[in-house]
């Protein structure tokens, strides 16, 4: 169940909209491994992360390559857009 902050509600929509068909953003569940859960491939991962930082104005480059190693549910990627946007404040 979503909690409807807008850092979750723009990391849902993002990942949906890189996914297969079918899986809608509020459906998403937050700690399903995104790439053994709902076949994230790593350029889709890419793509989710640059479109996410641009929804939610937190710099890409605020995270190192372990850091995006790292995120691999959507809840891990809410926390730490949240950290950054909170730290860019």
Do not use: H, W, Y
């Amino acid at each position: 169940m979503p909690t409807d902050t807008p850092i979750e509600i723009a990391a849902r929509e993002a990942l949906a909209r890189v996914l297969e068909p079918g899986f809608g953003a509020a459906i998403l569940d937050l700690d399903v491994d995104m790439a053994e859960g709902l076949g994230l491939t790593s350029l889709n991962k890419v793509v989710f992360l640059m479109s996410v930082c641009d929804d939610t104005e937190v710099s890409l480059s605020a995270f190192t390559e372990s850091d995006v190693a790292g995120m691999r549910t959507l809840r891990d990627v809410i926390e730490a857009l949240a950290q950054n946007r909170d730290e860019g404040s």
